[in-house]
């Protein structure tokens, strides 16, 4: 049996059920928790359980929301090569002081509201302020491009919190051994949230990027359907409402 992390909005009936039922394990997303602090929840609920953050970066795609983290990753991976451990500070700096540059050579202005004002940046800052009361993070993915996922995961990996990046069905496995390559301990499994994907499809790709790498535990996003989990018996955790 996977440990089961229950999906939570921030409204007043899903909290008193919360309250009244004390799961063990809860989901929040940012897409949703975002205007919200999580000693908030912790006070209305009552009791300390464990939390699961997820980026909310399918939700957003689903929004149509554009993130600007391909113009993010454009600059500091392709155009200026920033270390990865730099790249959080340095965004943090050019946010407070308009007068940080990367050299005195470079013209940041232009990009800034795209660089500093976006949807990870964001979601790095709440999990800043929020991080005392979470246990698990999911590092920010872009279902279709797994180098996006990639990147975001080594831009994350210097928060200081329990990071675990996604890995998503139809991308190449060579993705998932550049994450394990890159220090993944934990990894969540995703892109099957569409019902036009076979149950036995999905659990093929479950069991197969568990046959690869049988002593790491993996997450499966967004099901509670009981039929599937027990056609991947060795999964670790899974989520859903």
């Not at 190449?172 to 036995?200: F, V």
Request: aromatic letters at 14%.
């Amino acid at each position: 049996m996977p440990h089961v992390y229950f999906g939570l909005a921030p409204n007043t009936a899903e909290l008193e059920a919360v309250r009244l039922a004390k799961p063990a394990c809860l989901l929040v997303s940012y897409a949703y928790w975002k205007h919200k602090r999580l000693d908030w929840l912790i006070e209305r609920i009552g009791y300390r359980p464990r939390i699961f953050v997820d980026s909310g970066a399918f939700t957003f795609y689903n929004q149509g929301t554009n993130t600007h983290f391909g113009d993010f990753m454009d600059f500091f991976q392709t155009q200026w090569s920033v270390e990865p451990r730099l790249v959080l500070s340095f965004v943090n700096d050019l946010r407070y002081n308009s007068d940080v540059g990367i050299d005195d050579d470079v013209e940041t202005d232009p990009l800034s509201a795209k660089l500093i004002n976006n949807v990870f940046v964001d979601y790095v800052d709440w999990l800043l302020v929020n991080r005392s009361w979470i246990d698990h993070v999911v590092a920010f993915d872009h279902i279709q491009s797994p180098e996006k996922s990639h990147y975001a995961f080594l831009l994350m990996q210097h928060l200081g919190v329990h990071l675990i990046p996604a890995f998503h069905l139809g991308s190449p496995m060579d993705a998932l051994d550049q994450l394990i390559d890159a220090g993944a301990s934990y990894i969540g499994l995703g892109g099957m949230a569409s019902k036009r994907i076979r149950m036995q499809d999905k659990a093929n790709f479950v069991n197969a990027c568990i046959d690869r790498y049988p002593s790491v535990p993996f997450h499966f996003f967004g099901s509670l359907d009981y039929h599937l989990w027990r056609k991947i018996p060795r999964i670790q955790s899974v989520d859903g409402q």
